[in-house]
């Protein structure tokens, strides 16, 4: 069996960076925040970004890093990592500026109602991989494309060293099985979700080495580069807050971990600790569109939170996968 992937964000270490300050008062009033990184306890839930000026500054929680954006928006961050740890991490700051973190160990602070119905189908064969066709676990990030997902293929180093045209190619396909809901299953498609290539772009991913989520600057990129070692890819999203609805969708980045793995579109019987770029790129593009993780017992579906090294089978939806594009689009 290939080597086991989870989805999981780089460790930060908040000694190494600085930073932390006496927790600041929650529901409003003046505060100060010590330089450097913050944790979730430096900012903690009820606190005003407003009052804090914490917009724009780094709040990292169990490995997890991500940039306090402005009033109203959201942002999340999942990585593919080889160690198959787990974590999951997101900061919402609503309109008046007040911070929330929901559910810290799960991937979305909105995750946790579609999660519970994961959860339930856990029980029903601990331990057991089911058929990707007749397993039901699903769970949604909260968040959802509302018109058409607009991305851009960074200029530099490509994964698997593809041609740009090879690697646009397999990435549109990888998009459009989330977007088609392609499946083996014989279910037919009635996910409205659409995406859109653009072009290649000078612009990078608002991802550090680190894996973190940075600023936004509002251009969706899918690139590789260099990320923390045991990281294989990463997505950041950000959305903005829906009255009644998921929140939409602002800007999704992609990459891949070229630095530290490898990449192929054809693996073989020869493939070894090789990740397949269209199983892992399937995966990835389930984030962009709002599926969150499920766990134990769901390795059949395509956002199981773990991938295995030369396996095509994430390549298309299981059963939980469709349902879950079902319950947002």
């Known amino acids: 069996m290939g080597k086991v992937v989870a989805a999981a964000v780089t460790v930060v270490s908040l000694a190494a960076l600085g930073g932390g300050a006496a927790p600041p008062r929650a529901g409003g009033g003046a505060c100060t925040l010590a330089p450097g990184a913050l944790t979730v306890d430096d900012l903690p839930a009820g606190s005003s970004v407003l009052d804090c000026a914490a917009v724009g500054r780094l709040v990292t929680h169990s490995g997890a890093g991500v940039t306090v954006p402005g009033p109203g928006m959201k942002v999340s961050v999942d990585a593919l990592t080889e160690d198959g740890s787990l974590h999951g991490f997101t900061l919402a700051v609503a309109a008046d500026g007040t911070v929330s973190y929901g559910d810290l160990t799960h991937a979305d602070t909105d995750a946790d109602a579609a999660s519970a119905h994961a959860r339930t189908s856990v029980a029903a064969a601990p331990g057991r991989a089911r058929a990707a066709c007749a397993d039901d676990a699903y ?71 680190d894996a973190r989520c940075m600023a936004r600057d509002g251009v969706s990129v899918w690139d590789a ?19 009644g609805g998921p929140d939409s969708l602002r800007e999704a980045d992609v990459r891949f971990n070229t630095r530290d793995h490898t990449f192929t579109d054809h693996p073989g019987e020869a493939c070894s600790n090789t990740y397949d770029l269209r199983s892992v790129a399937t995966h990835e593009a389930g984030h962009v569109f709002g599926l969150a993780h499920v766990g134990e017992s769901h390795e059949s579906q395509t956002m199981y939170t773990n991938s295995f090294a030369c396996s095509t089978a994430a390549r298309t939806l299981g059963r939980g996968d469709v349902l879950g594009l079902r319950s947002l689009y």
């Open 225 to 243: 580069g260099d990320l923390s070692g045991g990281v294989v890819a990463t997505t950041c999203s950000w959305s903005r807050a829906v009255s």
């Open 139 to 209: 769970a949604t990030a909260g968040h959802k494309e509302y018109d058409t997902y607009e991305w851009f293929l960074g200029d530099g180093t490509l994964p698997g060293n593809l041609a740009p045209d090879d690697a646009r190619r397999a990435l549109e396909d990888a998009i459009g099985t989330i977007t088609a809901s392609r499946n083996d299953c014989g279910f037919g498609d009635t996910v409205t979700a659409k995406a859109r290539f653009l072009s290649r772009t000078g612009n990078e991913a608002d991802i550090d080495r």
